[in-house]
Nanobody, 125 residues
Framework: QVRLVESGGGLVQAGGSLRLSCAASGGTFTPYTMGWFRQPPGKERMFVATIAGSGDSTYYAESAKGRFTISRDNAKNTMYLQMNSLKPEDTAVYYC??????????????????WGQGTQVTVSS
């Protein structure tokens, strides 16, 4: 089992930027497919972005394309989500997730085995 800890959330004005980090421990980080999800108040958890273990393949939700960038530093066992041009509708708890088997990009919460505790992102208008 992998332990995941998110950080970097906070309050930002619309148009601003934040960088989320997800630090992993307790396993071999490199092969993991990882992803970011978010859960707005009163809504289901939804896919934001995913990245392959090597970091050379990524995929984004339509809402994230062109504004968010997912990346990872396998030497540091850390994944990132750079979020630019933030909008009030980006307000949510953001979660990182890992799948320690397989190598495909994954888009559904049920595809992931391990989750962080979440970090709150609030975008004011």
């Amino acid at each position: 089992q992998v332990r995941l800890v998110e950080s970097g959330g906070g309050l930002v004005q619309a148009g601003g930027s934040l960088r989320l980090s997800c630090a992993a421990s307790g396993g071999t980080f490199t092969p993991y497919t990882m992803g970011w999800f978010r859960q707005p108040p009163g809504k289901e958890r939804m896919f934001v972005a995913t990245i392959a273990g090597s970091g050379d393949s990524t995929y984004y939700a339509e809402s994230a394309k062109g504004r968010f960038t997912i990346s990872r530093d396998n030497a540091k066992n850390t994944m990132y989500l750079q979020m630019n041009s933030l909008k009030p509708e980006d307000t949510a708890v953001y979660y990182c997730a890992a799948r320690t088997t397989g190598s495909s990009l994954l888009f559904r919460p049920a595809d992931y085995h391990d989750w962080g505790q979440g970090t709150q992102v609030t975008v004011s208008s």
